[in-house]
C-alpha cells in the first residue's frame, strides 16, 4: 500500500464549495425520481435539504465519522414502515452519478464517491 499522504476524496472535488454545487441538482433530481420521490414526502424541506448535504458530504469522504448506528436509526422507519430496499438505494445511487456527471466530475473520483455510498448500504436497509 501506497503511504504518501493522499488529500481526501472530499478535498480533491473540491470540498464544502463542490458539496454545495452538488446539492441543488441531486436534490432535483431525487425529488423528480418516481422510483424514491415518495419517501421525501411529509419530510420536512430542511431536513430533505440537509439529507442531500449530509449523503453527499458522505459520499464525498468528508464525513468518516458516521456511524453505521446512526444510520440505520436515520432509516429504519423507512426500511420498516416504507419498504426502503436495495431497488430504491440503486436509484439514488444513480442518482449521485448522474448528478457528478453532469458537474464533471471525472469518473475515476465519481467511482471513488459510488464506492463510499455504497459501503453503507446494509446500514442504510437495516440488514
Ligand atoms: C449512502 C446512503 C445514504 C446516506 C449516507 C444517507 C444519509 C442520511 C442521514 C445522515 C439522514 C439523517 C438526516 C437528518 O436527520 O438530519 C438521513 C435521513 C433520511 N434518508 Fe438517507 N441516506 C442514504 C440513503 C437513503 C436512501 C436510499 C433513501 C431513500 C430512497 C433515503 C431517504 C432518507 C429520508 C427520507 C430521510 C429522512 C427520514 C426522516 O426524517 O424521518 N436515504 N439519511
Given at each position: 500500500?501506497d503511504?504518501?499522504?493522499?488529500?481526501?476524496?472530499?478535498?480533491?472535488?473540491?470540498?464544502e464549495?463542490?458539496?454545495?454545487?452538488?446539492?441543488?441538482?441531486?436534490?432535483?433530481k431525487?425529488?423528480?425520481?418516481?422510483?424514491?420521490?415518495?419517501?421525501?414526502?411529509?419530510?420536512?424541506?430542511?431536513?430533505?435539504?440537509?439529507?442531500?448535504?449530509?449523503?453527499?458530504?458522505?459520499?464525498?469522504?468528508?464525513?468518516?465519522?458516521?456511524?453505521?448506528?446512526?444510520?440505520?436509526?436515520?432509516?429504519?422507519?423507512?426500511?420498516?414502515?416504507?419498504?426502503?430496499?436495495?431497488?430504491?438505494?440503486?436509484?439514488?445511487?444513480?442518482?449521485?452519478?448522474?448528478?457528478?456527471?453532469?458537474?464533471?466530475?471525472?469518473?475515476?473520483?465519481?467511482?471513488?464517491?459510488?464506492?463510499?455510498?455504497?459501503?453503507?448500504?446494509?446500514?442504510?436497509?437495516?440488514?
Open positions: 500500500m503511504t504518501e499522504e493522499k488529500p481526501t476524496l472530499f478535498d480533491r472535488i473540491g470540498g464549495a463542490a458539496v454545495d454545487a452538488a446539492v441543488d441538482l441531486f436534490y432535483q431525487v425529488l423528480a425520481d418516481e422510483r424514491i420521490k415518495h419517501f421525501f414526502e411529509g419530510v420536512d424541506m430542511k431536513r430533505q435539504a440537509s439529507h442531500q448535504k449530509k449523503f453527499l458530504t458522505f459520499a464525498f469522504g468528508g464525513s468518516a465519522g458516521y456511524s453505521g448506528k446512526n444510520m440505520r436509526a436515520a432509516h429504519k422507519r423507512l426500511v420498516e414502515d416504507m419498504g426502503l430496499n436495495e431497488s430504491h438505494f440503486q436509484a439514488v445511487m444513480e442518482n449521485l452519478g448522474a448528478t457528478l456527471q453532469e458537474l464533471g466530475v471525472p469518473d475515476d473520483l465519481i467511482g471513488e464517491a459510488a464506492a463510499i455510498a455504497h459501503s453503507t448500504k446494509d446500514d442504510v436497509l437495516n440488514k
